[in-house]
């Protein structure tokens, strides 16, 4: 109704918060209601027992709550609160002295504690204690009234008592159902609130999750597209590199066999150099590649002999360090043991990359030492150069991948420092750095020490019986690039191998195995007309031919690729560039089993 609304809005704001709202027109609903009540009811209870005592106090009361209501239109709300419980207060002391049991005093005082809960909220808990102690405080006045008989109670007869009392435990057994129905109000509206809130949060949670699985889609797609062009760009790369590493290979051992000149042998040394750099570069980047996808190999720990396998890495970067004009020297501590187990290829990616790095910042006529020792319980490799070190707001970004903690004039990709470190940390160590700028920077590689013993190592030994062995193996060789073709047929000659059998496609080198089996199969797993696992199950499934060992030569260095291509049934894979001391120590494996099993 229009007029209930009016009164029970009374002094709202549209601006003011849904609870005090909601406190407000509880205090103008109690307020309004028992203005009208404590009017009514004087008026009877004078026509029942004409008593100025009971009419004059109830047009007063009646004057007090609607000075509530004004207090409210004039926006002073808590006045209002306040003023409210502290006319209920009179009642009880004013009406329980007067009227003594019959006024019902302690259902009006649960009331008043009731709506000071109700109306009162928690920045307000002053004035809500303090309104719930004034009937408390009146409860104990009154008994200490009735014991001691300060004021004496009005005297009824028996007929007006039952009719007070009746009326008077009706009203205030409804003002406590009115607070009942206020609590279960605002328990309705915190539970559609709730509610709404639920169904909201709900929404977001839906719209987020669509969101996020939409951007797990375009990351997934972008870390997809990403790795179709690592892979094909590894493969294009690495077959151009194939071609120049072989031939620099078959330079090398063809200039070791006739008396070459200086400059000839300067320019195939360089030749040589440049095309391992190359290839750490390339490995950098797909190792990294394969780090941030979470997919990096798992350790393989060989035991070897660490100082004859470091002065090897030395000797590989003699011939760069020559032409730098810089001072290459290891130092071994006799501490060191002569035998440890650890991944190789995963030390040799620390090692190079430091030293790669080092090399690339130092000037000619500098030095620069590996050293190796054992500290408290760890097996520790340090490259210390004198190059042009790193500033020391560089040193905690010197990890990251593509930076470069010193001149960017120097040319580097950046992803040196962080191979090294990370693969330190996959071989469960750490790398610490120390630079001055201007005199050079020191890292140290600490990594868990495992000694091992010489019955261990597993090394390869030249072997007599291998070239009658070479010189009467047919060798298949599958390679679609007619480069390729030529450099492995001329390593293979090289090495004594002179039943030598080209095809250029799977269905042709499949077709060439029926006709004349080989002894051994050298495939490309990435061949037209027939791809190599096609013709590696083929194979398989021949009686005449599943024997027959086949290593396979990719450009495409994951790790993935590797593991489905061994799934196929091959024996090993051989990552372009082929190295030429790998493929003979894997032709001697494999031709010496066949030959003496």
Known sequence: MPLIDSILNIGLAGHQKDETTEQSRVVNAIASLTAVLVLVYGI????VWPALGILLPAVGLCVAFCAVLYANHRHHYRA??????????????????????????????????????????????????????????????LEM????????PLQLGDTAQYIYRWLIMIVVIALNFLVIYFYQRRFHRLLASVKQQRETLAEMVKERTMELQNTVSQLNRSNASKTVFLQETSHEIRNAL????????LLRHAQAQRQASADEQLLIENLYSTSNALSEIINNVLELSRIEA???????????SLREWLQGIVNIYAYTTRLKKINLQLKTDPTVPPFVIIDRIRLRQVVNNLLTNAIKYTPAFRNITLRCFVKEGSLCIQVQ???????????????KPFEQGALPTYGSSGLGLTIAHRMSEMLGGRIDIESVQGQ??????????????AAL??????????????????????????????????????????????????EEGLAQAQAMPPDLIIMDMQMPRMAGEKVVQRIRQDAYLRHIPILATSANAFAEQRQKALESGIDEYLTKPVEYATLYQLLKKHLLETAYS
């Open 44 to 47: 009877v209870f004078y026509l």
């Open 80 to 141: 209002a609160k306040l003023g409210l419980q502290c006319t209920f207060a009179f009642v009880i002391m004013y009406y329980g002295a007067y009227l003594g049991r019959i006024a019902n005093t302690q259902l009006l005082a649960v009331f008043m504690v009731s709506l000071s809960l109700l109306i009162f909220s928690w920045e307000e808990r002053l004035l809500c204690i303090i309104s719930i102690l004034l009937p408390l405080t009146g409860l104990v006045l």
């Open 145 to 152: 009234n009735e014991y001691y008989g300060w004021i004496a």
């Open 242 to 249: 194939h071609a120049i590493s072989g031939i620099t290979q």
């Open 294 to 304: 979470g997919k990096a190999d798992e350790l393989h720990e060989t035991c070897f």
């Open 385 to 399: 150069d004198e190059g042009v070190g790193i500033a020391a707001d560089k040193l905690g970004d010197i990890f």
């Open 440 to 453: 050079g920077t020191t890292i140290t590689v600490r990594l868990p020490l495992k000694e091992g013993t």
């Open 457 to 506: 190592v597993e090394e390869f030994t030249p072997d007599l019986r291998m070239q009658p062995v070479l010189q009467d193996a047919r060798i298949l060789i599958m390679e679609d690039d007619p480069l390729n073709q030529v450099i492995m047929r001329r390593m293979l000659q090289q090495m004594g191998v002179r039943d030598i059998m080209i095809a250029g496609d799977g």
